[in-house]
């Protein structure tokens, strides 16, 4: 379409639109209040944001778990049988060549690189952010809405960098557990330059009460790119009707499109973050098996463990499903050090201060997926230094499954009293 036409990153507030999508896609199924969040995120900046990785749980006063399988990947809404083109070192675009001599990777670069590398087709309602010099933790990105005469999709790539093997490496080629989200496949492959690329077909809703397929790649090369594509199979990620039966890449072709030269480019055009490197430090990246096993070992004698998070070992969240001879029962957890600046956030009226300064409040709300049936018992602390632990508990075995219960097998008060504990120092 005329360049003329297409709507640049401008039109909208950039940071409000990259962090909801980003919540969405490397969260892929934790339905969270945006607009908290937002309010939340704009106050320490998106640096912040992507080193959180979960900031809240539970509710209006949420943040989902930021990190799981496309971990900070935004991805954005906007795709068949012809295979895209394939990566091709000597091939790149003129709009990404012609980077190198000097002229800065524009929104419409992204976009005409996008089309490019896309199976013969139209495109329209084109959106992208091109890599801007003074914004090194804006990612660049591309979305259309693509058809190839089967149907129209929405397809989007978006660029960073990584650390090679650290944290964030890890996340964006992990599958993620199917407690969490729910999906078909998912396949973790190395390619011969050593890239990993983790393709999974999935649903853009967890609970499936509408059947928007949302399929993804994720991509990291051992020098730290991470280019993360995705496609889906209507022209648009949410409300928009299904307009194919399957997103119109497959998997060689998701494949393809995310070892692109092209986009290696681009990220290489990235400046250097001058704060230093966006990998988390240790402690903030917890350790996802400790906080597993004190976890567990917390568990009040009246319930059996009978599930747990698998593979989860860098983070602070992870789970556990447990049953009291009434049915399963999952309960998750959080575990942040340095949250006093969203203090007031998280503990409005109804909260309770402790003699010892913990600031603790407790929620009980419908399940975040919108189940029909499942509730959500919360209890959320924070210690004067800003230490946090939040936990909640369902009356189903997945946030995304129905009742296997009327209320979870928690207490309110065995939670509050697992969250308390001097333990989880």
């Not at 049915?327 to 600046?341: A, E, K, T, Y």
Request: net charge neutral; hydrophobic share 40%; charged share 25%.
């Amino acid at each position: 379409m005329p360049v003329e036409q297409r709507h640049s990153a401008s039109d909208s507030d950039p940071f409000e639109r990259e962090l909801s999508a980003a919540l969405h896609h490397a969260g892929a199924g934790f339905e969270t209040d945006r607009a908290a969040l937002a309010a939340a995120g704009t106050v320490r900046g998106r640096r912040l944001r992507q080193r959180r990785r979960a900031a809240v749980l539970g509710g209006a006063a949420g943040v989902a778990l930021v990190g799981v399988g496309g971990a900070l990947a935004v991805s954005w809404g906007g795709g068949p049988s012809s295979p895209a083109r394939p990566p091709a070192a000597a091939s790149r675009t003129p709009e990404v060549a012609s980077s190198a001599a000097g002229r800065d990777i524009t929104s419409d670069d992204m976009i005409r690189t996008l089309e490019k590398l896309l199976p013969k087709g139209t495109f329209a309602q084109a959106q992208g952010r091109g890599v801007d010099k003074d914004e090194p933790l804006v990612d660049p990105y591309a979305q259309v809405v693509y058809d190839d005469g089967h149907g129209a999709a929405a397809v989007s790539v978006a660029v960073n960098r990584v650390l090679p093997g650290g944290y964030d490496a890890r996340q964006a080629t992990r599958c993620p557990d199917k407690v969490s989200i729910p999906y078909d496949s998912c396949v973790t492959s190395h390619l011969p330059d050593a890239s990993v690329v983790t393709v999974m077909k999935g649903y853009e809703y967890p609970d499936r009460r509408v059947d928007t397929k949302l399929w993804t790649a994720n991509l990291v090369t051992p020098d730290g790119h991470h280019v993360s594509v995705s496609e889906w199979n209507a022209a648009a990620e949410k409300d928009a009707p299904i307009s194919r039966a399957q997103p119109p890449l497959s998997v060689a072709q998701l494949k393809a499109l995310a070892a692109a030269e092209e986009w290696r480019g681009v990220v290489d055009a990235i400046p250097q973050d001058p704060r230093g490197t966006r990998e988390p430090p240790a402690s903030v990246e917890g350790d996802g098996k400790g906080i597993a096993e004190t976890l567990v070992s917390l568990m009040p004698k009246s319930v059996k463990v009978v599930g747990r998070a698998k593979g989860d070992d860098d983070g602070q969240f992870t789970y556990v499903v447990v049953d009291d001879g009434h049915g399963r029962s999952l309960v998750q957890i959080n575990v942040q050090p340095d949250m006093s600046d969203v203090a007031n956030q998280l503990f409005g009226a109804g909260s309770e201060t402790l003699p010892d300064g913990t600031r603790v409040a407790e929620h009980k709300a419908p399940g975040e997926k919108g189940v029909a049936g499942v509730v959500m018992w919360t209890v959320d602390t924070l210690r004067e230094d800003g230490f946090r632990v939040v936990i909640s508990a369902f009356n189903a075995d997945t946030q995304h499954s129905s009742p296997t219960r009327t209320t979870p097998a928690l207490t309110m008060k065995q939670l509050r009293a697992t969250a308390l504990n001097p333990r989880w120092r």
